[in-house]
C-alpha cells in the first residue's frame, strides 16, 4: 500500500521535497486577496426592484412606455435609476426645498457607494446597480447638484446656463444609462449627455406655467429681456405673452438640434438597446411637437401626448432601430456637460488598468510557481544525503 501510494504521487515532488511544497503552496494559497462580494449576491431584491417599476409607471409614463422596448436586464437597472431620482427630488420637495434635503441625499448616496444602503427599496435597488455596473459618482452627485441649485434658486440667465443646469438634472441621467449599456467612449456619452439636456429642455418648454407659478423661471433671463418683458414682472403673474411663446419656440429649437446628434449615436448602439432608446427620444420630442401645436403657450396649460400617439411612436422607434445606419459622431460634448463626459471615460479606463493588474498579477503568480515546481524538479534529482 505503501508503495503504491508513493508511485502515484509525480516525480518532481517525491521524497523529501513535498515538505517543501507544501509549504510553499500554503504560503502562496495564504498570499491570494480574498474574492470580492459576488456579483450574484444582489443588493436588492425582487421586491425592491419592483417597487421602482412602480414608480416609474406613476411618475412617468412616457419614460415607463420608452422603457418597455429595452432588454429586461437593463430595464430593471433604469428602474433603479429613475427610482433614485425620483426619490431625490421628491425628498427636497417634500422637506420644502431645504439645503438639510440635499445633506441627506447625499448622506444617502455615500452609504449607497459603501454598499450600505438606506432601508428602502429604491436604495438598496439603487445601491445594486451602482455596483454592477460601476456607476461613477460623478454622476449621481451631479444630479444632486442640480437639485441644490433648484432650492438655491437657479437664475437661467442665458442658454449656458440652461444647459449647464440640464446637464445636472438629465444629462448624468443620460450618462448613467450610458454606462448601463456599456457604451463608455467620449463620442457615446456625448451624445446621451445630448439626449438627457434636449429632454429636459423639453420638460421646460411644456412646463412654463407650472414652473412659473411655482415661482420657478428656466427660460433664460436675457430671451425674455430682449422682447421687451421684464422675468420678475412676468413671474409676479404669469400669463401667456407672444415673448414667452417666441423663448419657447426657440428653446425646442435648441432641443430638436440635440436631439439630431443623440439620434445618430442610437443606432450605433447594440441593436437590443436601440429600440428602447429610440423610443425615448422619439416620445420626448413629441412633447415638444405637441406644444408647438398649442402656438407654444405652455403657460395656460399644460401639453400632452395621447397614448395612440406613443403607440405610433413606439412602432417607429423599432423600424429606426432595424433600419437606421450608423453614422460618425464627431461633434464634442455640450461644455456644460464635459465633465460628465470625462468622468465615465476615466472610470472605463480605471477599470481596464485595474484589469491589466490583475492579469500582470496573475502572470507572475504562474510564473513564480513554474519556478517553484522547477526547482523543486531540480532538488528531487540530486542525491539522497541521508544514507
Not at 268 to 292: D, N, T
Amino acid at each position: 500500500m505503501s508503495e503504491t501510494s508513493t508511485s502515484s504521487v509525480p516525480e518532481p515532488i517525491r521524497g523529501r521535497a513535498f515538505p517543501a511544497f507544501s509549504r510553499q503552496l500554503a504560503s502562496l494559497i495564504r498570499s491570494c486577496p480574498m474574492q470580492p462580494p459576488s456579483s450574484d449576491q444582489p443588493l436588492a431584491s425582487a421586491a425592491d426592484r419592483l417597487a421602482c417599476k412602480q414608480l416609474i409607471r406613476t411618475g412617468s409614463r412616457t419614460f415607463s412606455a420608452a422603457s418597455l422596448l429595452l432588454p429586461s436586464r437593463i430595464r430593471d437597472a433604469a428602474y433603479a435609476l429613475y427610482g433614485f431620482c425620483r426619490l431625490s427630488d421628491d425628498l427636497v420637495d417634500i422637506q420644502g426645498g431645504s439645503m438639510d434635503a440635499i445633506a441627506r441625499l447625499r448622506r444617502r448616496l455615500d452609504l449607497a457607494y459603501a454598499g450600505r444602503p438606506a432601508e428602502s427599496a429604491v436604495d438598496r435597488a439603487f445601491a445594486d446597480v451602482v455596483a454592477r455596473f460601476g456607476v461613477p459618482r460623478a454622476l449621481p452627485d451631479a444630479l444632486i447638484d442640480g437639485l441644490e441649485w433648484d432650492v438655491a434658486g437657479v437664475r437661467c440667465e442665458v442658454l449656458s446656463d440652461l444647459y449647464a443646469y440640464a446637464a445636472r438634472v438629465a444629462g448624468s441621467v443620460g450618462a448613467m444609462m450610458s454606462v448601463l449599456m456599456g457604451a463608455r467612449s467620449a463620442e457615446m456619452v456625448s451624445r446621451a449627455c445630448d439626449l438627457g439636456v434636449a429632454m429636459q429642455l423639453t420638460n421646460v418648454a411644456r412646463d412654463v406655467g407650472e414652473d412659473a407659478r411655482a415661482g420657478r423661471l428656466y427660460l433664460p433671463r436675457s430671451w425674455l429681456q430682449a422682447g421687451g418683458l421684464d422675468p420678475d414682472d412676468w413671474l409676479a403673474r404669469p400669463r401667456f405673452d407672444p415673448v414667452v411663446g417666441a423663448a419657447v419656440e426657440r428653446l425646442l429649437q435648441e432641443a430638436d438640434k440635440l436631439y439630431a446628434r443623440a439620434g445618430d449615436a442610437i443606432a450605433s448602439l447594440p441593436m437590443g438597446y436601440r429600440a428602447g432608446i429610440f423610443a425615448a427620444r422619439h416620445l420626448y420630442r413629441e412633447i415638444g411637437v405637441a406644444v408647438s401645436r398649442r402656438g407654444f403657450d405652455s403657460v395656460s396649460d399644460r401639453a400632452h401626448v395621447s397614448d395612440a400617439r406613443k403607440l405610433a411612436l413606439a412602432g417607429r422607434a423599432l423600424f429606426d432601430a432595424a433600419v437606421k445606419p450608423s453614422s460618425r459622431m464627431v461633434a464634442p460634448p455640450l461644455a456644460e456637460a464635459a465633465y460628465l463626459v470625462d468622468a465615465v471615460v476615466a472610470s472605463a479606463q480605471r477599470k481596464t488598468c485595474a484589469g491589466k493588474s490583475d492579469l500582470g498579477k496573475v502572470s507572475e503568480r504562474l510564473m513564480w510557481v513554474a519556478e517553484l515546481f522547477a526547482s523543486l524538479d531540480a532538488r528531487a534529482r540530486l542525491p539522497d544525503d541521508r544514507s
